[in-house]
């Protein structure tokens, strides 16, 4: 489910699903006179494209070369977008964030750029599986900020990696095995900062039908003042009983931090 948000005129995030694939994608748009719109719906259009070419390319040459192919595959979506940027200056500034599950067997590739997030549910335990490429994850991972300050902080909402950046760094894939009745949500930033992740790992614990856990998702991202467009896109994976989904409280699992210096390289190449 995607909603403009309660103060937003227009929404420029998007989302993809690709069930042949197995190719899953959530997009949050970036730029002025509505070339986020533009950016998040060429991403939404290409970005399977490359994926196919990938997989094709791939098939005998193992989980690695896949890997690599999925990173190759963002970064000429990137390209397709700065080719359009020349053809049309007044989108300059145009971008967006991408997070993406492709499921291969008992495999999942999490691919992403951008503060637009993985999770998993397993188990009862809702673990956030992306780290933000953004200018406080960078300042958190150098231990010059805390978490609670980064919540507050005037450069909060900056990002270091997007497709279409004019530096073409790459993005983060990510590969994990796949367990019987994992819930994944991918979702933009629409979500995350109006609703803790707690909130969200409890929803998806409690609702069974994944259509209606987005509902509620979107819902309480309003509730809580929807200042930004909100995304929301859940996927099962296997078997699993109602009743596993009504028992006892959610258990969030935080990421550990690390320190990363390509990408805040990035960022300042990105700005000089």
Request: hydrophobic residues 40%; contains cysteine; glycine residues 10%.
């Amino acid at each position: 489910m995607t909603d403009t948000g309660r103060v937003r005129d227009h929404n420029e995030d998007g989302f993809g699903i690709d069930r042949k694939l197995g190719l899953f994608l959530v997009v949050d748009g970036m730029g002025g006179h509505r070339a986020g719109d533009k950016a998040a719906e060429a991403v939404v259009e290409l970005f399977p494209r490359e994926v196919k070419d990938a997989l094709a390319q791939s098939e005998e040459a193992g989980q690695d070369a896949l890997v690599a192919g999925l990173a190759r595959a963002v970064k000429s979506v990137g390209r397709e977008i700065r080719a359009m940027i020349r053809k049309a200056p007044k989108l300059r500034g145009m971008g967006a964030t991408l997070v993406t599950c492709l499921i291969r067997g008992r495999t999942v590739f999490v691919v992403h750029m951008g503060d637009s997030r993985a999770y998993r549910l397993r188990e009862g335990t809702f673990e956030r599986l992306t780290e933000d490429h953004s200018l406080v994850s960078l300042l958190r991972g150098l231990n010059l900020i805390t978490s609670r300050q980064a919540r507050v902080h005037p450069a909060r909402n900056t990002i270091s990696r997007y497709v279409g950046m004019s530096w073409d760094f790459g993005p983060e894939v990510r590969t994990l095995k796949l367990q019987e009745a994992d819930r994944f949500l991918l979702c933009s930033d629409g979500l995350t900062n109006m609703v803790s992740e707690r909130a969200i790992g409890q929803i998806l614990l409690e609702e069974y039908d994944p259509k209606k856990a987005c509902w509620q998702l979107v819902d309480a991202a309003n509730a809580a003042g929807g200042k930004d467009n909100i995304t929301a896109l859940v996927v099962d994976w296997g078997k699993r009983s109602e009743a596993e989904h009504r028992k006892g409280k959610c258990r969030v699992k935080r990421p550990s931090r690390k320190k990363s210096p390509e990408s805040l390289s990035a960022f300042i190449e990105q700005r000089i």
